[in-house]
């Protein structure tokens, strides 16, 4: 816990927004503030405290995020990782706080991880844009083939909120949570052109065997916007800032750190087999040793039961470490894991031989997708609550 917390704080937005905002400078007109992500709250507390005020503006995070008022600011708690009723009408809150600005005025949008479900208004009935979101998740598609088909049936996505806010100026700052910061596609790029192509929208509807409305198939071979004369982006915060915090966690605690990477994008399960191998490969050597990988990894959906990405990884490394004076231990930085109220999970040597013991067995568990409630089994769950920030996962393999 102390690896996590540590690593946890060191990438919470407060700082990164105020050091963005040193090249913040308004033309003269109104400032009106947007933020959309499941660090939206953290971000625009920040801004307003560093600005002193704001002319407006609107909040749209994850349900149970908002951690009180911000002057000026209403804030929005909406579904995620499927979009739901309160997103739409979040976002349509937003768009009318955005309409008939002028070339004076600037919107400063704040925009993490999670902004894809919560930041929506879509162009296809909203059921729809939920069963084809649902469809993506369960089939282990990656965020960016995700994004890819989810900013063309929207109106705020792959730019066009931007173009929305025209002739206003866009100043926005983004906190990132897609391996190799691709702007366009954190948060489906609301205020960024759209690197991607039609072409490429088609055939990952087609690798997936997505079922798909004539409506929405039309979306997917219409363009978006690829430039923008009205944004100005500063990134900040990214998951190799997470691995390093966390290495320098495990340092202070005399653990030798070993960065694996920072871009970590596997099935959840393969990971965790592959963090458990390594460990028991170096375990009863004599020395303290962390292995750090970063990044995001999918899950394919086969089973009915409960749970998230970094819960499955850690369960996936337990027999690896039977016996061993190891631990495996996965966390998502925002705090949540799937549909849980978990950040992730923690195994160690003990773990699959308790598992056993009250009649869980990991293959089985895995296959149906509930890595929850074993874990839960043998206090394996680790809770951390929503963090404020969101910048994907760290995953550690312990050895002493």
């Not at 804030?75 to 309409?99: I, K, M, Q, W």
């Not at 025209?166 to 790029?189: E, H, N, Q, R």
């Amino acid at each position: 816990m102390d690896i996590i917390n540590d690593s946890i704080e060191s990438v919470k937005p407060d700082e990164a927004v105020r050091r963005a905002l040193k090249a913040f400078a308004p033309k003269g007109g109104r400032v009106l503030l947007v933020a959309a992500g499941k660090a939206a709250w953290q971000m625009a507390h920040a801004a307003v405290e560093a600005l002193g005020r704001v002319d407006g503006g609107v909040v749209v995070t994850k349900y149970d995020h908002v951690k009180g008022e911000i002057p000026g600011v209403k804030c929005y708690e909406a579904g995620h990782p499927v979009p739901d009723e309160n997103s739409f009408a979040a976002t349509e809150r937003a768009l009318e706080l955005v309409h008939g600005l002028t070339e004076k005025d600037t919107v400063l949008f704040l925009l993490s991880g999670g902004g894809s479900a919560l930041f929506e208004k879509p162009l296809i009935p909203g059921a729809e844009l939920q069963g084809i979101t649902n469809q993506l998740l369960a089939s282990g598609a990656d965020i960016v083939e995700m994004n890819t088909i989810r900013k063309r049936l929207s109106a705020v996505k792959g730019g066009r909120f931007a173009q929305a806010c025209a002739p206003a100026k866009v100043f926005s700052i983004v906190l990132s949570d897609i391996l190799g910061d691709p702007l366009d596609m954190i948060a489906s790029g609301p205020a960024v052109p759209d690197s991607s192509t039609c072409a490429q929208a088609l055939a990952i509807a087609e690798k997936y065997h997505l079922n798909l409305s004539e409506q929405a198939k039309a979306l997917l071979a219409q363009e978006t916007p690829k430039v923008l004369d009205n944004v100005t982006t500063q990134i900040t915060g990214s998951v190799r800032e997470l691995c390093a915090a966390a290495a320098e966690a495990c340092r202070e605690l005399g653990y030798e750190p070993i960065l694996l990477t920072d871009r970590l994008c596997c099935e959840a399960k393969e990971a965790g087999s592959f963090l458990g191998s390594i460990a028991c490969t170096n375990a009863g050597q004599g020395k303290k040793l962390a292995f750090i990988a970063g990044g995001e990894t999918v899950v394919h959906l086969t089973g009915k039961g409960q749970g998230g990405r970094n819960q499955e990884l850690a369960l996936a490394a337990a027999p690896a470490l039977a016996g061993q004076n190891a631990a495996v231990f996965s966390v998502g930085s925002d705090g949540t894991d799937g549909p849980t109220d978990a950040a992730g999970g923690y195994v160690d040597g003990d773990t699959a031989a308790a598992l056993a013991e009250k009649g869980w067995n990991v293959f089985d568990t895995l296959q149906n997708n509930d890595a929850y409630h074993a874990l839960q089994a043998v206090e394996g769950l680790i809770i951390t609550g929503a963090t404020g920030t969101n910048v994907n996962d760290v995953a550690v393999a312990l050895v002493k």
